[in-house]
């Protein structure tokens, strides 16, 4: 018969810092038990055979290390330390302090306090789970397994599946935002019969939900962004502005660019709002600097790239004067005015069309009578597929906006056989340009192309576009 040894524990060296247990991060605070959110999973076993709680105290448990604490500060190293919790009852219980310092047991689903035991005993603990209303209620809430794959799907993950709520109303505020849809998307009638096809758990979200989620959505990037801003030390500044085609109301984008802590390049929409008229350099210089406040970058600002106007001039004038009595200018502000690439191309080729301005106008105003009519354009396809040409649809451009321009008469040069064809089914068409007209388009289309492919290029955001126009 063997005797069993008395165990001997080290004494632990004094640093003056007694060894604590961190307590798990999915403990679940009792103040906020959300009982239809209860998640109670068993026990697991750490390498060293030891049961650990995951949902509450860990091995030693929050009174295990107090009691390692007394014992180091009284210096009773060589003293028998008191049993670890073993019994997975106390997964469902936590050591809690009553305002008269009494340390007691709660219970994670009613809240009920119990006295603890000097001897360990888990009878009273037992017995209270096995007619605890609370806990049979969570116990019946059976989970689903969800199988979830990476973005690649090379790698997949068995994981317990609960509906929630309001992970369903963050993923729909970012899909309204994302693919800009109504908030009574969410309200449609089929829409919420395929979701409850999906899972039965579904449930309705309404138009004014939708809205205030897409609020705070959009507070919450704001701050994430703010943050990212603050590790930030250089940030470069486009804008541009445009009247809306009906209303006429003027508004503004400012974008910022910049590099991250990670050497990538970022492109974020910082701002788009209503500028109010007159449009004029010292409002416009008003608008970007509360911008630049609102974002706290006003003592970041590289460079600020606008389009050739003068009112544009003046704004970026007194901007440049406010920030050099802060002397935080990059190169004292010679390269803190950015004339756009793309717009100086613009008013080139613009002046360059007017040359030819009569002959963009026939090809435009044929599309116009072609478009204008359902009828007209079935008709202007039969022929085509008559004559075996692709099906590519005429093009009506946007006047001030050359590249549209140039996308409509490549367009329409294709279907050059097609005008005379469809005049004669037609008396009232009277557009159609000349055997000569159709070679002018053709030679401008050819220099347009150029310049098409240039605009583009320097018009990317994803990578470095100054090295392609600077001297």
Known sequence: MSTRQPEFTPPQQDSGVPFLCEESSTSPLMEDINYDAINVEGSSTDDEGNNRNDGGNNGNGENGNNDNQNENDNGNAYQRKGRKRTSTVWNEFKEVVTKEGIKKMKCIYCVQLFVIPPTGATTQFHRHLTRCTQRQLAKKKQKMLSVEKNEDDSVTTVSNFKYDYAKVRELASHMILYHEYPFLQMEHVLFNKFMRANTPNWKKITRTTAKNDCRATYEIEKKKLKT????????????????????????????????????????????????????????????????????????????????????????????????????????????????????????????????????????????KYLNASEARLIQFSGIAKQLQLSSKKLILDCPTRWNSTYLMLAAALKFREVFPRYQDRDPGFSYVPSLEDWIKVEHLCQFLGLFHVVTNLISGSEYPTANLFLP
């Not at 930030?232 to 503004?252: A, C, E, F, L």
């Open 228 to 367: 990212l801003l603050k590790s930030v030390n250089r940030v470069n500044i486009t804008t541009d502005m445009w009247k809306s085609g009906n209303q006429k109301i003027g508004y503004m984008v400012v974008t910022g660019h910049f590099i991250d802590s990670e050497w990538r390049l970022q492109k974020r929409v910082l701002n788009f709002f209503n500028v109010p008229p007159p449009h004029s350099g010292v409002i416009i210089a008003d608008a970007l600097q509360k911008c630049f406040i609102e974002w706290g970058i006003e003592d970041k600002v590289s460079t600020i790239t606008v389009d050739n106007a003068k009112y544009n001039d003046t704004a970026v004038r007194i901007l440049k004067d406010n920030f050099s009595l802060k002397k935080k200018l990059a190169f004292a502000g010679k390269i803190f005015h950015a004339r756009c690439c793309a717009h100086i191309i613009n008013l080139m080729v613009q002046d360059g069309i007017k040359e030819i301005g009569d002959i963009v106008d026939i090809v435009r105003e044929a599309v």
